[in-house]
């Protein structure tokens, strides 16, 4: 599993991965920051699992960094001195809460609890009905959609909800991550453009040049393509 940790503190910093070093090795740091701004450019490009984030910061607090980075594959796991801050990390959809100066068994407790659930969340395998069929099975409100692959225009996640865009116009809303559909999709054509979306590349009509650069499909639809998967998208096409 690979973390950064987010903090203007250096001391706290260096505590926190000498704890996770000890107790959680599973826990790979990847990177510090002591800069929020600089976080928020950077994080979203080292695809990682786990973010520790510290609350009171100059310029950008833990809460409006939070909200500014609208994490979808990352979990974010609180680290502050002020209890007071509980209640407002959890409506910013944190996956836990730990005060310092942190105690290692609850830190060994919450990085426990985060692997249940990426082992919970882990795709399933492909099933007959795809692999014959090329159909998913999509679970609904009145139980099972199985669902035509080539039908799925692109898909676009909302924390751990996914919402399919189809050929016809509709869309179905999944409780499911975008990530398990990246897996599930993968040797159909499809490919992720941006940490947020998917696209089939049957109705891929232009990309535009840009940083990233856009890609318009065949009904018009405008996606931003993100500097970091730019590159994978002119293999898939070029």
């Not at 609850?106 to 492909?126: G, I, M, S, T, Y």
């Amino acid at each position: 599993m690979k973390a950064v940790i987010i903090d203007d503190e250096a001391p706290c910093i260096d505590s926190l991965a000498a704890k996770i070093s000890l107790f959680v090795p599973e826990v790979e740091v990847v990177k510090t920051f002591v800069l929020p701004r600089e976080a928020l450019r950077e994080v979203p490009k080292l695809d990682v699992d786990l973010v520790f984030l510290d609350i009171e910061m100059p310029h950008i607090n833990g809460l409006t960094f939070a909200q500014k980075a609208n994490f979808t594959q990352t979990e974010i796991i609180f680290t502050t001195a002020h209890q007071k801050y509980a209640v407002d990390a959890f409506k910013v959809c944190a996956f836990d809460f730990l005060l310092k100066p942190i105690d290692r068994h609850e830190l060994v407790n919450a990085v426990k609890r985060l692997q249940n659930r990426l082992a919970e969340a882990a795709p399933a395998k492909v099933t007959r009905l795809q692999a014959r069929y090329h159909k998913i099975t999509v679970p609904t409100p009145r139980g099972l959609l199985f669902q035509p692959i080539k039908d799925i225009v692109w898909l676009e996640s909302d924390n751990n909800y996914t919402t399919l865009h189809l050929e016809d116009s509709s869309k179905i809303v999944v409780s499911r991550s975008i990530g398990d559909f990246e897996d599930l999709l993968h040797g159909y054509g499809f490919c992720r453009i941006h940490q947020s979306v998917i696209i089939n590349l049957e109705y891929l009509k232009e990309y535009v040049r840009g940083e990233g650069g856009t890609v318009i499909l065949q009904d018009g639809t405008g996606l931003e393509v993100s500097r970091r998967r730019k590159s994978h998208l002119m293999e898939m096409i070029l």
